[in-house]
């Protein structure tokens, strides 16, 4: 297959435009990332951090280690 400067013009447009929208939606994703953290960190300084946001019942310690900003138990993220 061969590409005429045209076509290949195109395709770079194209690469870039997608090397935008995954740096755009990697942005987003840290911000997010972020914010959760920074609730996390507020639930700590105010004594709220590990139980659940909607029960006030403790979040499985498993759970918090393998998702240390969730705000809510199993069961409740369950319902949700
Ligand atoms: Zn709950």
Redesign the pocket.
């Known amino acids: 297959m061969t590409l005429d400067q045209e076509s290949v013009g195109r395709l770079s447009r194209i690469d870039a435009m997608q090397v935008q929208a995954m740096a755009l939606a990697q942005q987003q994703r840290r911000r997010v990332e972020h914010a959760a953290i920074e609730a996390a960190l507020r639930r700590i300084d105010e004594g709220e951090y590990g139980y ?1 946001i ?2 006030g ?1 403790d979040i499985a310690p498993a759970r918090l280690e393998h998702s240390p900003t969730v705000t ?2 199993i ?2 993220a369950k319902e949700t």
């Open positions: 659940c909607r029960c019942e809510t138990c069961d409740c």
